[in-house]
């Protein structure tokens, strides 16, 4: 199974700040990747898809970058509806993997 | 947009079985593959199992291989997942989710469900 390593795992942050968290994977997956906020009790929700593509409704202060093993999400001006926890997913493979999960909070 | 309405979830004792259901609304199940994650209490997400969209090809991870089943009903909109042989470690929150094309990997999950609880205990 491939394994994503996501960094950091907190992360304190004030609104109007940029944030950037990173997921690494063991071996190459492409562009083969998501990223997913959460919050307390709630579904996840899609954010990027394919590496670098804005879901639909998204709001653009989320971006998202990368290929082959490093990924990066990056939230312009965070907002206070951007407190929550964020997951990665490669789905690569029949064999899917989450990265541990990021959590941001107020500092 | 679509929504996804899990149920079935509960109290289990170790060994026991229960059957998951997924029924999806507003769009054509039959067009896209579907998965079940979970999430155990506190913990992050981790994947379970998928179905192409005609049901044919499906995948296990390891730790639920030989015990879960996953199918769907295309005809009723409805994906399942049967859990044998539970055990305290399958208990946490069992989300559905879309796979935005026909298979359920290559696809990130577009719609998810607001997830049904498992719990295993004596």
């Known amino acids: 199974d491939i394994q994503m390593t996501q960094s950091p795992s907190t992360l304190s942050a004030s609104v109007g700040d940029r944030v950037t968290i990173t997921c690494r994977a063991?071996?190459?997956?492409?562009?083969?990747l998501?990223?997913?906020q959460q919050k307390p009790g709630k579904a996840p929700k899609v954010l990027i898809y394919d590496a670098s593509n804005l879901q639909s409704g998204v709001p653009s202060r989320f971006s998202g970058s990368g290929s082959g093993t490093e990924f990066t999400l990056t939230i312009n001006s965070l907002q206070p509806d951007d407190f929550a926890t964020y997951y990665c997913h490669q789905y690569s493979g029949y064999s899917q993997t989450f990265g541990q999960g990021t959590k941001v909070d107020i500092k | 947009e679509g929504q996804l309405v899990e149920s079935g979830g509960g109290l289990v004792q170790p060994g026991g079985s229960l059957r998951l259901s997924c029924e999806a609304s507003g769009f054509t199940l039959s067009s896209y593959g579907m998965n079940w994650v979970r999430q155990a209490p506190g913990k992050g997400l981790e994947y379970v199992s998928g179905v192409n969209s005609n049901g044919v090809t499906?995948?296990?991870?390891?730790s639920v291989k030989?015990?879960?089943?996953i199918s769907r009903d295309n005809s009723k909109n409805t994906l399942y997942l049967q859990m044998d042989s539970l055990r305290a470690e399958d208990m946490g929150v069992y989300y559905c989710a879309r796979g935005n094309v026909n298979i359920f990997y290559?696809?990130?999950?577009?719609?998810?469900?607001q997830g049904t609880m498992v719990t295993v205990s004596s």
């Not at chain 1, 063991?26 to 083969?32: A, F, L």
């Open chain 2, 106 to 113: 290559l696809a990130a999950f577009d719609i998810w469900g």
């Open chain 2, 58 to 62: 499906t995948y296990y991870a390891n």
């Open chain 1, 26 to 32: 063991d071996q190459s997956i492409r562009y083969w």
């Open chain 2, 66 to 69: 030989n015990r879960f089943t």
């Open chain 1, 34 to 36: 998501a990223w997913y």
